[in-house]
C-alpha cells in the first residue's frame, strides 16, 4: 500500500521512542480500512519526501531493511 500522507505532529516519547501524527491524504473507504488494519500490527514505513520516495525505496533494498 503506497498513500501519500501528510505529517502533522511528531513528539518525543519518555522511552525515547518518536510518536508520528499522520494524515491519509486519501478519504478512499478502502484505504481507510487498510490503515485500521496496521493499527495494531507490526509494521514498517520508508517515509520520504515524495520526490526522493523511488531513489529512497532502492537505497533501502539494496541496504537491507534496518
Do not use: C, W, Y
Not at 508520528?20 to 495494531?40: C, N, P, R, W, Y
Request: overall charge negative; glycine content about 10%; charged content about 20%.
Amino acid at each position: 500500500m503506497f498513500k501519500g500522507v501528510e505529517v502533522v505532529r511528531v513528539n518525543t516519547m519518555a522511552d525515547g521512542t518518536i510518536r508520528l501524527t499522520l494524515d491519509l491524504q486519501s478519504g478512499v473507504g478502502e484505504d481507510i480500512k487498510d490503515a485500521f488494519s496496521l493499527m495494531h500490527t507490526e509494521t514498517s514505513m520508508l517515509l520520504a519526501p515524495t520526490e526522493t520516495f523511488v531513489e529512497a525505496m532502492q537505497e533501502l533494498v539494496q541496504g537491507g531493511l534496518a
